[in-house]
Structure formats: structure tokens, C-alpha cells
């Protein structure tokens, strides 16, 4: 799903808490499933299918959550596009990709957008 030229830098102006932080921290163009899956609940073991579904519905939810928030016309859009995507339904990670994410962080069970 690409993102409108116009809105690739956005982030959402109001001040998330939680997973949704993502989505005030993280610009428009990467606001992926994937993205979100890697950069948020990483105290979670994500090689259980049950927990993977759990974070498809917390991205589900909170992705209605931003679109709600008064953003511009072009990003409600493209929320939208990325809901009816549903890349959510079929993305499961690997577990390289799993140990390349901790990694990245030293080691340590803090989330990438900078929370323990």
C-alpha cells in the first residue's frame, strides 16, 4: 500500500500513549503491519499464533483509533486502504526476523519507539 506522496513524512499531531505511539512517532509510509508488528509489543512472544493475533487486532483497532482523531482527508484514506488491505491476516514473521529486532535493541525487551 503506498502512501500518498503528500503525507509520506506525516505522524499523527496528537500525542499517543501505548501501541498507538506508533503512530505518532513512526511516519505515514511505514505504518505497515509489519512495521507495527516489529516496532511495538515486543514483550510478547510473537512465534505464538494466539499473541500474533492479538497484536492484528490491537493494529486493527488502533488504526480506526487514528483515523477518528480529525487527520486530513488524503491520510483518512489511506488508513483506510491499509484496513482493507488486510496484510494483517496473512503476515507471520519469521523467527529471524523476530531475533533481528532484538537484536537490534542490544538484547534488551524494550519496544523501537523507545519504551520499556
Given at each position: 500500500?503506498?502512501?500518498?506522496?503528500?503525507?509520506?513524512?506525516y505522524?499523527?499531531?496528537?500525542?499517543?500513549?501505548?501501541?498507538?505511539?506508533?503512530?505518532?512517532?513512526?511516519?505515514?509510509?511505514?505504518w505497515?503491519?509489519?512495521?507495527?508488528?516489529h516496532?511495538?509489543?515486543?514483550?510478547?512472544?510473537?512465534?505464538?499464533?494466539?499473541?500474533?493475533?492479538?497484536?492484528?487486532?490491537?493494529?486493527?483497532?488502533?488504526?480506526?483509533?487514528?483515523?477518528?482523531?480529525g487527520?486530513?482527508?488524503?491520510?483518512?484514506m489511506?488508513?483506510?486502504?491499509l484496513?482493507?488491505?488486510?496484510?494483517?491476516?496473512t503476515?507471520?514473521p519469521?523467527?529471524?526476523?523476530?531475533?533481528?529486532?532484538v537484536?537490534s535493541?542490544?538484547?534488551?525487551?524494550?519496544d523501537q519507539?523507545?519504551?520499556?
Amino acid at each position: 500500500m503506498h502512501c500518498p506522496e503528500d503525507y509520506i513524512q506525516y505522524k499523527s499531531p496528537i500525542k499517543l500513549e501505548g501501541n498507538q505511539k506508533f503512530f505518532s512517532t513512526i511516519r505515514a509510509a511505514d505504518w505497515s503491519f509489519e512495521n507495527y508488528f516489529h516496532k511495538t509489543h515486543l514483550e510478547v512472544d510473537k512465534s505464538n499464533i494466539k499473541n500474533c493475533d492479538r497484536i492484528s487486532k490491537d493494529y486493527i483497532k488502533d488504526l480506526e483509533s487514528v483515523s477518528r482523531r480529525g487527520i486530513p482527508i488524503g491520510m483518512y484514506m489511506y488508513v483506510n486502504n491499509l484496513l482493507l488491505d488486510r496484510q494483517f491476516d496473512t503476515y507471520r514473521p519469521s523467527v529471524k526476523n523476530q531475533n533481528e529486532v532484538v537484536s537490534s535493541l542490544g538484547g534488551e525487551k524494550k519496544d523501537q519507539l523507545g519504551t520499556k
